[in-house]
């Protein structure tokens, strides 16, 4: 049975249990004179995390800035350009930005997919050198209290990691393209953001549910333990009456070792080793919390959760824990949609334990 979320919005919880937690120590760029820099963020320069710096981001964005995209290389993220006006929601599905062999209701020849893999890598190592290239462009923007558009964000937050993979990966483009897909098999790291394709994404997550669902029994047992039931997680106003009872599982600073292992783990943050240190622990868990408010709140205000590619539909969920494998397109949208509503409201990690809660029904 597919469980949806309730989406309205009957009360609000505030202060409490919120964490306005960075990934590392903000710049100050002084006074906020504009409405456009009151309106969004600041750039976290070691972590290039945003923080939304006022409670009416959405409307301030909407009114005063409207939608950008700066034109960038970004593989996958939407169905189709950025419209000029109001979003038509009956307008028919644009194919993704990019050719991918591997997106579904393709009928290709072993040829034809081998030639497909090598036209999607080389063009995703093209992306990659543009999006270095825009970096610089996107931090001088935001230093100057400009806002930037969820592209952005996520070619500020992939960039980094990708430039490391930028050289080996080459190497096997330009060398040996006929095994990379056997090499990505083994080595899926190797790869970077804007070569990954949608096959790949869809395959780590059917790992990462099947992981999630033993997680969600210890879950249960957990918030069964502190007197509540799974029930009550399942709409957005007895979620806040929870949160809002200040049970120790709710904010971040007050998660016991354990509790705080198992979110990190259900949100792929890792948590098990001896590199994963309660205080790491919390530090990473932290950042992605922050990483995703800022993200949620871009997803509002562009609308753009009906125009994700399938490849960056995929990834914002599972950045999420919602399961992925073998839902429709439309499934995801819905759920991926429900999260962003209730981001409006509540802290994330109160919405994470309702996915801990509710994994299995959420199939």
């Known amino acids: 049975m597919s469980l949806r979320l309730i989406s309205s919005r009957p009360g609000s919880v505030q202060g409490a249990g919120r964490s306005r937690l960075l990934w590392a120590t903000a710049a100050s760029v002084g006074p906020l004179s504009s409405p456009q820099q009151r309106a969004f963020m600041l750039l976290s320069g070691a972590g290039q995390s945003l923080r939304p710096r006022h409670k009416h981001i959405l409307d301030t964005y909407t009114a005063f800035i409207g939608p950008r995209s700066m034109g960038l290389h970004t593989t996958a993220l939407k169905r189709s350009p950025w419209p000029t006006g109001p979003v038509d929601t009956n307008a028919p599905v644009v194919a993704e930005t990019r050719a991918d062999p591997t997106l579904p209701g393709q009928t290709l020849t072993l040829f034809q997919k081998v030639k497909g893999f090598?036209?999607?890598?080389?063009?995703?190592?093209?992306?990659?050198?543009?999006?270095?290239?825009?970096?610089?462009?996107?931090?001088?923007r935001l230093a100057e209290g400009s806002p930037i558009s969820r592209d952005e964000l996520q070619i500020l937050r992939r960039t980094p990691a990708d430039k490391l993979r930028l050289v080996p990966f080459g190497f096997l483009v330009v060398v040996i393209p006929e095994i990379i897909p056997l090499t990505i098999l083994l080595f899926p790291g190797i790869c970077p953001s804007t070569c990954v394709t949608y096959g790949q994404v869809a395959k780590m997550a059917a790992k990462s549910d099947a992981k999630r669902t033993n997680l969600h029994a210890q879950a249960v047992a957990r918030i069964e333990g502190l007197g509540l039931a799974p029930a009550e997680f399942a709409n957005i106003k007895s979620l806040a009456d929870v949160a809002q009872d200040g049970k120790g599982i709710?904010?971040?600073?007050?998660?016991?070792?354990?509790?705080?292992?198992?979110?990190?783990?259900?949100?792929?943050?890792?948590?098990?080793?001896?590199?994963?240190?309660?205080?790491?622990?919390r530090t990473r868990l932290g950042a992605h919390l922050e990483y995703l408010r800022t993200d949620d709140g871009l997803l509002l205000a562009e609308q753009a959760v009906d125009r994700l590619g399938l490849t960056e539909l995929h990834r914002a969920c599972q950045e999420r824990a919602i399961p992925s494998s073998g839902r429709s397109d439309e499934q995801l949208r819905l759920s991926l949609s429900d999260w962003t509503e209730m981001s409006r409201d509540l802290p994330i990690l109160p919405i994470v334990w309702s996915r801990l809660a509710l994994f299995n029904q959420l199939k």
């Open 118 to 140: 090598i036209s999607f890598y080389k063009s995703g190592l093209k992306e990659l050198v543009s999006n270095i290239k825009s970096v610089r462009k996107i931090k001088d």
């Open 250 to 281: 709710f904010g971040l600073d007050s998660l016991a070792r354990d509790d705080l292992q198992l979110v990190c783990r259900f949100l792929g943050l890792g948590g098990i080793g001896l590199l994963n240190d309660e205080a790491q622990l």
